[in-house]
């Protein structure tokens, strides 16, 4: 904010009379488990019926249902050719997060507690049970960060139970 503020004090005035949890993902509740910060679905979204807004509202309307029962029948479609669980894009986050997790130490601090650091003086803390990090990226996306792969990997090669975080 302090460099906001340097830059354009208008603006930081403007944002600081906005509550952060609107606008700043260290303020976001976790509850909605997404990371998209920006509207970029309601954009495509208005992108692809710009055809149909001229149109009367019925014909507009039917004009947006065929278009969404098209993406549905594509998105089926790269569905049915997915080999695994996950789709490409997850299949491929996960194997980078896989690659960095195996950079971390984990240290155990008792119970299901983690600590977990790469980066001199960059430690995060894992609570398995609670499916936190420090990081809140497990929090915000619903998907495990390397901080939480690093902790799962020391736990299971230590003899302890990981299925506390597959429910």
Known sequence: MDELKAFNPDVHFWLSNIHPKHW????????????????NMCEVFNGKIVEGRDMPIISALEYIREYLMRRIV????VIDKIEGLLTPIATTELQKIRTNAAHYTVQWNGG????VSGIPGKQRVVYLVKRTCTCRRWELTGIPCEHVVAAIWHKALNGGRVDAVES
């Open 24 to 39: 700043s993902k260290s303020h976001f509740s976790g509850r909605v488990v997404s990371d998209m910060l920006i509207n």
């Open 74 to 77: 594509n998105v089926l479609e």
């Open 112 to 115: 299901d507690l983690y600590q």
